[in-house]
């Protein structure tokens, strides 16, 4: 039986805090992305993406390479819930932006495509997910399993 330790590894913790800049950060984000790194601050420890981002972990990856870091995503998708309702997926993507031009450029963007979109004022862009319908969204943290 293999044991899950409820928190971060030791030498996780040391990578996470050896990083100085935000291309330190963006490196580290994309190796767990990758699996490279067990656990990242802010999620459930020793858990890496949930399975329907796994088709997204290379884009993920290079968007955290170029020094946009990703924190939170899901893919959009659509079919029957749990419920045995109809349920919708909105697409989204929550994102540190340390440029000023470009977190512009990305909300101008998202206004144009006309996307729900919030920017935080410490300088984050991420957009909201939504209902399809363009009813209220509620937003869940992205912290990992429940």
Known sequence: MKLTLPWMSRADRRRWKSARTVADLGELMSLWLEGEIASRPGYAPRYGPDEETAHLVPSLA??????????????????????????????AVEMVVTDPELLHLLVDVASTAGTSRSSPPHGTASPSPGTADGSAARRWPCSGRS
């Open 62 to 91: 290079a968007l955290c390479r170029a020094g946009y870091i990703t924190t939170c995503s899901q893919p959009g998708s659509a079919g029957t819930g749990a419920d045995g309702l109809w349920w919708e997926q909105r697409a």
